[in-house]
């Protein structure tokens, strides 16, 4: 399931980038780019909350700023489950 998921995301980053030259919905176009702008924004948040997880899980942390920016909670959730199972 969470391949499924990795490959949507990466099919709506590909649809938000060409959606800059090509705009692909017409009209509705500036809703991908909203859209776009926010997951990207909530991403570089992630970036700085799970930061410490990068640096600790990635022999070069631009790797893992990568891997979060593209899929997000996708990643960091299983930093979650890791901290919410250790707490338990």
């Not at 780019?33 to 990068?54: N, Q, S, T």
């Not at 990568?66 to 489950?81: A, C, K, Y």
Request: hydrophobic content about 50%.
């Amino acid at each position: 399931m969470m391949t499924i998921l990795k490959i949507g995301q990466l099919g709506f980053w590909v649809a938000f980038l060409v959606n800059f030259v090509f705009p692909l919905l017409g009209e509705n176009s500036v809703w991908l780019m909203w859209g776009g702008f926010a997951i990207l924004a909530a991403h570089i948040l992630e970036c700085l909350v799970f930061r410490k997880d990068i640096h600790r899980d990635y022999s070069n942390p631009i790797e893992g700023y990568i891997v979060v920016l593209l899929f997000g909670v996708l990643r960091t959730g299983e930093w979650m489950r890791k901290k919410s199972t250790s707490t338990s």
